[in-house]
Every structure is written in structure tokens, then in C-alpha cells.
């Protein structure tokens, strides 16, 4: 029986997955690396350090920077995508999201995150939405990012229901590969081609609902 629904942060409750496409095109481009949008996929869901590792491997030069210098690349890449979600807003939920959360905690199930972001907490509270959740995975509790399974089992552990009992919501292939390795039920929301593995995928958030969503979980 489902007791639980784990939502990802970024790509699937607000769009903040271009504000981090933007920063770290822009970081990239300083050290002289240049990538687009499909490359950008490979990043969704993936930790702020392994993100900077696949830039750096993309341009080779992952043996050009100490621990150091790599920090303070993250650093800035963070400075500058808190610049850029400052102005966030209620406003900035992704369409049909709010309702489905609602739906959510009315039919009485529980809601929890699993965002890889350490950014999620104020994310939330600035769409309006921290207090509806019943637990918000901390990224920085978990060892291993996406597709480790590790925030995903610990959002389920927080909310005190077993793994099967729950569904996660992704828009990130290695979100998906994170749910399936904690053993749950996988829904994708976004780009197709990334997304092959859900068990269940819609193109557009407002095409989620409770009842499609359960309705695939059952056949
Ligand atoms: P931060 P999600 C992920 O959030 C993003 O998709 C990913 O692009 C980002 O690098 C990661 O969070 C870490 O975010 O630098 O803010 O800690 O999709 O798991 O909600
Ligand atoms: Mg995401």
C-alpha cells in the first residue's frame, strides 16, 4: 500500500534547474569550457561537487585543479545561482504542482523531499511551500548523491514508511536511477529521452495527477 510520495526539488516543483544551467554555463565558460542543454542533462539531480567533476571532465582538465581551487569554483557557481533565485516567488511553482501536492496530503498520504539541493530548504520557503512537507531530506546528511539511492532512503526513513510504500517524482535520469535503486516506485516529469526508465513519465507537470499516478502504480 502507498503511504508516502518523494518529490525532487529542482525540474519538478520549480524551474530552478535552468538557474542552474545558467551558473554553471557561466562558470564553465570562464575556465574556458563551453556546453549546451543536452550535456546540461547529465547534470540534473547530480550533487554540486559531482556536478563540477563532469564539467571539468567534459573540458579534460580534471587533473588541472587542487581540492582547493575546486571549492572555490563550486563556491562561486553557488554565489551565483543564489543571486539568481532570489527573486523567487509563489509564483514561480510549476504549473499544477500546488494542486497535486494538495491532493497529496487531503487523500492523507505523506510528503516528503529528496532534492540533492543544500539550496532546498530556502527554496521551498520562498515558493510558499516549506510547511506543507512532512520531511525534507538534508543533502548534506546523505554520503552519496543521486543515483545513489542514500537521500531517497532517507527521506523514507524520516517519514517512517518502508521504501516499497512509496513513489518518487523525478525529472532527472539519475533521480529515477536513484528511486529504483531505493526500491520505490519511479515517475518522470520532463524530457523523454532521459526519462525512459520511469516506471511511469509524463512530458508536462500539469499532465501529473493522484489518481493517474496511482492508477500506473496499480496495472
Ligand atoms: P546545490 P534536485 C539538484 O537538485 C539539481 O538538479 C542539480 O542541478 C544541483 O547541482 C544539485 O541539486 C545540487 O544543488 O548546488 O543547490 O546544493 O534536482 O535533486 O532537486
Ligand atoms: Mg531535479
Not at 538534508?138 to 510504500?165: C, G, R, Y
Request: glycine share 6%.
Amino acid at each position: 500500500m502507498i503511504k508516502a510520495f518523494i518529490f525532487d526539488l529542482d525540474g519538478v516543483i520549480t524551474d530552478t534547474a535552468e538557474y542552474h544551467y545558467l551558473a554553471w554555463k557561466a562558470l564553465a565558460e570562464e575556465i574556458g569550457i563551453t556546453f549546451d542543454r543536452e550535456f546540461n542533462e547529465k547534470l540534473k539531480g547530480v550533487g554540486r561537487m559531482d556536478s563540477l567533476e563532469r564539467i571539468l571532465e567534459l573540458g579534460k582538465t580534471q587533473h588541472d585543479f587542487t581540492l582547493g581551487e575546486k571549492e572555490q569554483l563550486a563556491t562561486k557557481k553557488n554565489d551565483h545561482y543564489k543571486q539568481l533565485i532570489t527573486n523567487i516567488t509563489h509564483e514561480d511553482i510549476l504549473p499544477g504542482i500546488e494542486e497535486l501536492l494538495k491532493e497529496i496530503k487531503k487523500n492523507g498520504y505523506l510528503l516528503g523531499l529528496a532534492s540533492a539541493s543544500k539550496n532546498a530548504p530556502e527554496v521551498l520557503r520562498s515558493l510558499g511551500l516549506y510547511e506543507q512537507f512532512d520531511c525534507i531530506a538534508d543533502a548534506a546528511a546523505v554520503e552519496k548523491s543521486k543515483p545513489a539511492p542514500d537521500i531517497f532512503l532517507l527521506a523514507a526513513s524520516m517519514l517512517k514508511v518502508e521504501p516499497s510504500q512509496c513513489i518518487g517524482i523525478e525529472d532527472a535520469e539519475s533521480g529515477i536511477e536513484a528511486i529504483h535503486s531505493a526500491g520505490m516506485f519511479a515517475v518522470g516529469v520532463g524530457d523523454e529521452e532521459s526519462l525512459k526508465s520511469a516506471d511511469y513519465y509524463v512530458s508536462n507537470t500539469t499532465e501529473l495527477s493522484l489518481e493517474n499516478i496511482l492508477n500506473a502504480r496499480k496495472s
